[in-house]
């Protein structure tokens, strides 16, 4: 249980701090094409800009999945340990 939760919660932050990386270097795309607007097509602008905000959307669905994801996960696994401890407290004596 623990090794799948280790994998599946690393893979959801992964996903997350790539996309929050590949954003920012948009972003820095982004401001360097408004210092020369002319040198770049319309389309580009645009795919940039696409591109920026598909990211960032991504980044934020994976970090609100991650933090609903873990909290229940925990939660689960802190409800089995508090039943197990329920269970070795009613068999004292």
Same mark, same amino acid.
């Given at each position: 249980m623990t090794k799948h939760g280790i994998f599946k919660f690393g893979l959801q932050l992964s996903i997350v701090e790539i &996309? &929050? #990386?590949?954003?920012?270097?948009?972003?820095? &795309? #982004? #401001?360097?094409?408004?210092?020369e607007?002319?040198?770049?097509?319309? $389309?580009y602008k645009i795919f940039i800009f696409v591109s920026f905000s598909v990211l960032r959307l991504i $980044?934020?669905? $994976? !970090?609100?999945?991650?933090?609903?994801?873990?909290?229940?996960?925990? !939660?689960?696994?802190? &409800?089995?340990?508090q039943v197990w401890l329920f269970d070795l407290t009613c068999d004292l004596k």
């Open positions: &996309t &929050t #990386i590949s954003s920012i270097l948009l972003l820095k &795309t #982004i #401001i360097s094409m408004l210092s607007p002319d040198k770049y097509s319309m $389309a $980044a934020i669905f $994976a !970090r609100s999945y991650y933090d609903l994801d873990v909290y229940n996960y925990f !939660r689960y696994v802190q &409800t089995k340990i």
